[in-house]
Structure formats: structure tokens, C-alpha cells
T-cell receptor
Framework: AQSVTQPDIHITVSEGASLELRCNYS??????LFWYVQSPGQGLQLLLK??????LVQGIKGFEAEFKRSQSSFNLRKPSVHWSDAAEYFC???????????FGTGTQLKVEL | KAGVTQTPRYLIKTRGQQVTLSCSPI?????VSWYQQTPGQGLQFLFE???????NKGNFPGRFSGRQFSNSRSEMNVSTLELGDSALYLC?????????????FGEGSRLTVL
């Protein structure tokens, strides 16, 4: 069965610093990959997605992610974090069979001013 | 385009009661999925409906059920509530042109069971 690992439960960065959130997946083939963000008390918002093609994908709010097949990873990056980026970030995989996603456990991002 | 709308946003029930949550998908979306989010278990898939048919079901007891109407609106029901059912219930809809897993989420219904 497919699984998603987000090894960092909490990350704290200073405003203006760069950010990288890690995501590793386990699946026999290349899945479709997603990053979602959740602000407190809110639903999930799609940041970016990878289906195929260029392994570096751009998303909203200045985020990007790079798919690395050899490492089964899909890490999320942002060059300069803003205080409003503080939220919880979820990596997810889709492996077919209806619109069902498998989510990682999330990484809580705190931004220090 | 209006987003996914979930009602009610907040509700409090007592053990043994039942609850019905409603979800209106984005116009034109025919797939509706439900997820339970708790601090301990994270985001867990409940079920997915497409054109009024349950297409996928997660690993939840039979107390959790759902349905979808001809206008794609969906409801989920939890009977005989337990304390552990306290959670944020998220609904998501998806375009019906292809199954890609790209979901658009509502803001959720936060259920507290006392």
C-alpha cells in the first residue's frame, strides 16, 4: 500500500529565511503528488501538484517543489518565508482508483519575526 | 465560482446521538470525498461518491455512512456518536473529467462529542 512520510512534525524559521519541507512516498510507480496547506480552523488549500513532466513545479504563494524519483521525494521549498506562511503543510499522493488521497502526517510551520 | 460549502461549521453533540453533515461541491464537480481529521490520526479518508455511487470507502465502522444526491450535493451521517468521533470533517470535490486526485476542500465541519 502507498504511504507518505513527512519526517518533520514542527519546523521554525525566521521570516525571510528559506524553507524546505520534506516528503517521501512509498509506491511502486510514480504517483501524482500534491502539497496542501491548512491555516488554523480552515480547510486545505492546494499549493501545487505534480503529475508528470518537468520535475520542478511551481505553485501558489511563491512555493515550488521538486520531484526526485531516485529518492522517492517531493520536497516543498520557498526562498523567502513570510509570516503569513505559518500553517500546517501536508504532502499527499494519489495512486488511482477514484479520487482518494493518502496524506502525510503534516508539518507545522512556525515563522519567527 | 463558489468553493466547496460545508454546513454546519461547528456543532456539539452528546454520546449516542447521531449527526448529519452536508457538503455542496463546486459547480460541475461530480466527485465528492469526505475526510476525518484528528490530532492523533491525521487526515483519514472516509468515502468518495461519484454520480450518486459510492466509489471508495475507507476503514471506518458502519456507523459512518454517506450519500450523494443527483445535484452532486453530499451528506455524511454518523450514528451512535462516540467521544472519539470528535474531529474536523472535511469534504472535497473534484472535476469529473478525469481522476487525478486533485481535490478542492471545504472549510470543514468541526464536531465535538461530549
Amino acid at each position: 500500500a502507498q504511504s507518505v512520510t513527512q519526517p518533520d512534525i514542527h519546523i521554525t524559521v525566521s521570516e525571510g529565511a528559506s524553507l524546505e519541507l520534506r516528503c517521501n512516498y512509498s509506491y511502486g510507480a510514480t504517483p501524482y503528488l500534491f502539497w496542501y496547506v491548512q491555516s488554523p480552523g480552515q480547510g486545505l488549500q492546494l499549493l501545487l501538484k505534480y503529475f508528470s513532466g518537468d520535475t520542478l513545479v511551481q505553485g501558489i504563494k511563491g512555493f515550488e517543489a521538486e520531484f526526485k524519483r531516485s529518492q522517492s521525494s517531493f520536497n516543498l521549498r520557498k526562498p523567502s518565508v513570510h509570516w503569513s506562511d505559518a500553517a500546517e503543510y501536508f504532502c499527499a499522493v494519489f495512486t488511482g482508483g477514484g479520487n482518494k488521497l493518502t496524506f502525510g502526517t503534516g508539518t507545522q510551520l512556525k515563522v519567527e519575526l | 465560482k463558489a468553493g466547496v460549502t460545508q454546513t454546519p461549521r461547528y456543532l456539539i453533540k452528546t454520546r449516542g446521538q447521531q449527526v448529519t453533515l452536508s457538503c455542496s461541491p463546486i459547480s460541475g464537480h461530480r466527485s465528492v470525498s469526505w475526510y476525518q481529521q484528528t490530532p492523533g490520526q491525521g487526515l483519514q479518508f472516509l468515502f468518495e461518491y461519484f454520480s450518486e455511487t459510492q466509489r471508495n470507502k475507507g476503514n471506518f465502522p458502519g456507523r459512518f455512512s454517506g450519500r450523494q444526491f443527483s445535484n452532486s450535493r453530499s451528506e455524511m451521517n454518523v450514528s451512535t456518536l462516540e467521544l472519539g468521533d470528535s474531529a474536523l470533517y472535511l469534504c472535497a470535490s473534484s472535476r469529473d473529467t478525469s481522476d487525478t486526485g486533485e481535490l478542492f476542500f471545504g472549510e470543514g465541519s468541526r464536531l465535538t462529542v461530549l
